[in-house]
Nanobody, 121 residues
Framework: QVQVVESGGDLVQAGGSLRLSCAAS????????IGWYRQAPGKQREWVAR???????DYADSVKGRFSISRDNAKNTVHLLMNNLKPEDTGMYYC???????????????WGQGTQVTVSS
């Protein structure tokens, strides 16, 4: 079992920046990837960004060039730096941790409770 805790959400004006953090607890599972998703009121949860165990990153088109995901492997922590925020970035941001016992083993995923980001116009 992996505990996932997000932090850093806040109310910010359009054009501002926020840095979200996601901390995953230690376990005997290996972390394969950590990603961020968001969900706006009345909308489906959507994928935002992901970083893999080898450091590879990927972003949704809507946030490319504005968001940056980074990882501190020693601390099992991932950060999402969000610049030039827009009102449409408003939502609950969730951290998603994908784990396994090793190559070829099934993957298990864990979610945090979310952190609220509100961008005012």
């Amino acid at each position: 079992q992996v505990q996932v805790v997000e932090s850093g959400g806040d109310l910010v004006q359009a054009g501002g920046s926020l840095r979200l953090s996601c901390a995953a607890s230690e376990s005997d599972l290996s972390i394969n990837a950590i990603g961020w998703y968001r969900q706006a009121p009345g909308k489906q949860r959507e994928w935002v960004a992901r970083i893999s165990s080898d450091g590879g990153t990927d972003y949704a088109d809507s946030v490319k060039g504005r968001f940056s995901i980074s990882r501190d492997n020693a601390k099992n922590t991932v950060h999402l730096l969000m610049n030039n925020l827009k009102p449409e970035d408003t939502g609950m941001y969730y951290c998603h941790v994908v784990t396994s016992y090793g190559v070829g083993w099934p993957e298990y995923d864990f979610w945090g409770q979310g952190t609220q980001v509100t961008v005012s116009s």
